[in-house]
């Protein structure tokens, strides 16, 4: 990398495009097409939109992963909240991603940080459904006693549709239903444990799951803030922070130098300092970018690292709201 002339104390101070990553998933389809994905071949199941193997596209950055960018250039691209929940990976700690789910998928649970195995983290995540065929549902949880031999007759199920926010704690047993297409933001990491897959023969990894599992805890639905007149917060908790915003004609998004942020177009079209984004196209807007200025007629959703007293708790207190409300955000979450 050092033959591009990218020196650590480089400013980056621009928004980077990505260039999504598929995966191809048994339970997948071609659903995301219609969001502007250009898919290979295959039943797709995932369009990563960011995350450390993320590519950027274009400028002088192009063709560099961001979880590369991190470790060239931290403190430009995460700040100092972003560089805090990065630790010791040093990667890209955001995960966005946008999920076709055609079958249900498995049902899993992902361990919190301390139960992770050595060198990985955990993964707390968040939905926001942007598609859901009629009586497609979420599992969101277990009833009764769980045991490996009866966890498919436990489960808990949720009806869903467009615009329905879910936030779901490590620990959580959970599946996506099929029919849902939905946004994720989570921590990133890869650590999945499957518990119980509907007869598809693939590895089930009940010894490692179980013992995460915290059998009170659900998949929870989540009711909206509005911050002002164009945003809302979706999801709040130590892990990242989601908001939501409409734009109509022009807007200024604020500088924000403590975190990254990733943000992705939902509905319409935006452009972002002269970048055009179109929906289901994300940008990565680094810790060292200054106000920008969004143009356009859209909905975006924005993934950041928050400071949960200063960029969540004392804004929405100012916004009219009550504590309870603000913590059934997530808030409140280890």
Same mark, same amino acid.
Do not use: N
């Given at each position: ?7 650590r ?18 339970w997948?389809? $071609? ?38 960018? /991190? $470790?060239m250039?931290?403190?430009? !691209? ?10 010791? !990976?040093? =990667?890209f ?6 999920? +076709? ?11 919190? =940080? ?6 990985? $983290? ?6 926001l459904?942007?598609?859901? =065929?009629?009586?497609?549902?979420? *599992? ?14 436990? @489960? ?11 936030? *779901? ?32 023969? $693939? ?10 599992? +915290?059998?009170?805890?659900?998949a929870?639905?989540? /009711?909206? !803030?509005?911050?002002?007149d164009?945003?809302?917060?979706l999801? /709040? ?9 409409? @734009? ?7 500088? *924000? ?21 179109? %929906?289901?196209?994300?940008?990565v807007l680094?810790? +060292? ?11 975006? %959703?924005v993934?950041?690292?928050?400071? !949960?007293?200063?960029?969540? *708790? ?10 309870? /409300? ?9």
């Amino acid at each position: 990398m050092a033959g591009r002339g990218l020196g650590r104390k480089d400013r980056i101070a621009a928004p980077l495009l990505l260039r999504p990553s598929f995966d191809h998933k048994v339970w997948g389809g $071609r659903r995301l097409e219609s969001w502007g994905k250009t898919l290979p071949d295959g039943s797709v199941g995932e369009s990563l939109e960011s995350g450390a193997e993320a590519v950027i596209e274009g400028g002088r950055f192009d063709g560099i992963a961001l979880g590369d960018l /991190a $470790r060239m250039m931290p403190m430009a !691209l995460l700040g100092t909240h972003g560089m805090a929940a990065a630790g010791s !990976l040093g =990667d890209f700690p955001l995960l966005v991603k946008l999920i +076709d789910a055609q079958q249900d998928l498995s049902i899993q649970v992902h361990p919190s =940080d301390a139960a992770a195995p050595p060198g990985k $983290r955990g993964k707390t995540e968040a939905w926001l459904i942007l598609e859901s =065929d009629e009586g497609s549902s979420l *599992v969101t949880g277990v009833t009764g006693v769980v045991d490996p031999d009866s966890i498919g007759m436990s @489960i808990v199920r949720e009806p869903v549709r467009a615009g329905d926010v879910f936030f *779901v704690m490590a620990g959580t047993v959970h599946a996506i239903g099929a029919g849902v297409l939905l946004y994720e933001v989570q921590q990133t990491s890869d650590v999945t444990y499957r518990l119980y897959d509907w007869g598809r023969p $693939r590895e089930l990894h009940l010894e490692q799951g179980f013992p995460v599992i +915290d059998p009170l805890l659900r998949a929870r639905r989540v /009711a909206p !803030l509005w911050l002002d007149d164009w945003r809302e917060v979706l999801v /709040a908790c130590r892990h990242f922070l989601l908001e939501r915003a409409t @734009i109509d004609g022009s807007r200024i998004l604020d500088a *924000v130098p403590a975190t990254c942020r990733v943000l992705t177009v939902i509905e319409g079209d935006l452009a972002i300092d002269g970048l055009r984004l179109p %929906v289901g196209g994300s940008v990565v807007l680094p810790a +060292d970018i200054p106000a920008i200025r969004l143009i356009g007629h859209a909905r975006a %959703v924005v993934a950041s690292i928050p400071d !949960l007293d200063v960029d969540v *708790v004392q804004p929405l207190r100012a916004a009219g709201h009550d504590d309870d /409300a603000i913590q059934r955000l997530g808030v409140g979450a280890p």
